[in-house]
């Protein structure tokens, strides 16, 4: 029985579970969408501030205005997992050799040659978009810039595999495959996970795997997939203020992450403007 298309028809809002899965109705979809697309708007408008001179500060302050005029409000700001202090700020900053979670400050300054990941997570009418990009900042290296581009495709190649039926670990061994490929790393410690009225939800989603391997996919889970690619090793380190996630061997790292629902067949992504 499709329980799915039961749920369709009778426009039921409430999220039913899957092996500890959250599905989505096509109501709860529809908010999704919805607060997707803001999130994604929220990179469209800062994108023209990413240039050398500019403090991630000033990114952060923008967002966090930017935001409230739209009537949504940062899932970051003050988010406190178990064992986390709360963060302080409404995005993720994260510049060169910082993986993900960045903290925005007034005295860091983006200079000619940079990468930042600029990762924002937006709550409208209870459901949560989360969504990140990795900007270039002037000319970077063509290291930098292959590192960026790879990384952008490992994501869009993770979620080609997405459709009923297949299971998670397609999802990380496409994207392994290609960064390898390019002999760049993919970070295993953050994964990708389930999102809906709740941040951080089951199931995780890894960057890296074996096909044939994990949860199978259905209609109405929605997760994320946000791979981090590392030019040197896959080793990380965390910094003193709980946050910062850094690459060990201090060479770049890129990350860029989607929302992603899983329709009859195949995937819709719900962070593009
Ligand atoms: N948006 C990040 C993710 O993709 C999480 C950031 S949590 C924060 O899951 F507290 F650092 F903002
Ligand atoms: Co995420
Ligand atoms: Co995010």
Known sequence: M??????????????????????LS???LDKMRRVGRLAAKLLQHLEPMIKPGVSTQTLNDEAEQWTQAQGAVSAQLGYAPPGHSPFP??????VNDVICHGIPHPKQILKDGDIINIDVTLILDG?????????LVGNPSATARTLVEVTHDCMMRGIAEIKPGARIGDIGAAIQEYAETHRFSVVREMVGHGVGQQFHMEPQIPHYGQRGSGLKLRPGMVFTVEPMLNEGS?????????????????????QFEHTVAVTEDGAEILTLP
């Not at 799915?4 to 409430?14: D, M």
């Not at 700020?89 to 994260?94: A, G, K, P, V």
């Not at 896959?234 to 890129?254: E, F, V, Y």
Request: include cysteine.
């Open 234 to 254: 896959r080793d990380i380190k965390i910094l003193s203020d709980g946050w910062t996630i850094m690459t060990r061997d201090k060479k770049l790292s890129a």
């Open 89 to 94: 700020r409404s995005i993720c900053t994260s």
């Open 2 to 23: 499709n329980h799915q298309n039961l749920l369709s028809r009778t426009g039921n809002l409430q999220a039913r579970p899957h092996r500890g899965v959250v599905l």
């Open 127 to 135: 459901y949560y978009g989360d969504t990140s990009k990795t900007f």
């Open 26 to 28: 096509a109501r709860e």
